[in-house]
């Protein structure tokens, strides 16, 4: 139909020509109240956001001469942090001559990422940032 008759209808009716799909052959429009539609357009994006899941990054804190049973405690919050979604930041601190050895941390770093792998997969890999090493790992 043209647009012509398709807007004579519309106003003969008391409504909006509202074109739904513009990038169709021809463009798709529809005979409809635009108040209504764009109120309705507002609470599908609405019920959209919030059934959207946040993606947060928990970060858990290590040293070089972590003892075994802080380590185990430290994967298993590190696990449920996986496991409900969110990206795990594990960081290492350095003090004073810590930054001489730097194959214990690895060693650490190692660990870490055999404790881990069968709940995540390393995102950045473990790197120096001043006194500290960072590696990001995402669930899978």
Do not use: W
Request: with cysteine; net charge positive; charged share 35%.
């Amino acid at each position: 139909m043209s647009v012509k008759e398709a807007l004579q209808l519309a106003e003969d009716q008391g409504l909006d020509l509202v074109e739904i799909s513009p990038n169709a052959e021809p463009p798709v429009c529809k005979i409809l109240d635009y108040g209504k539609y764009k109120y309705e357009m507002q609470k599908k994006a609405a019920e959209a956001r919030k059934k959207q899941k946040t993606v947060e990054l928990k970060e858990i804190k290590l040293r070089p001469t972590i003892e075994e049973h802080d380590f185990s405690i430290k994967m298993k919050s590190a696990v449920s942090f996986l496991q409900s979604g969110d990206k795990v930041k594990v960081t290492m601190r350095f003090r004073g001559r810590e930054m001489m050895h730097q194959e214990i941390a690895n060693k650490v770093f190692d660990r870490v990422k055999q404790e881990l792998e069968p709940f995540g997969k390393i995102e950045t890999a473990p790197s120096f940032e001043g006194r500290q090493m960072i590696m990001v790992i995402a669930g899978k």
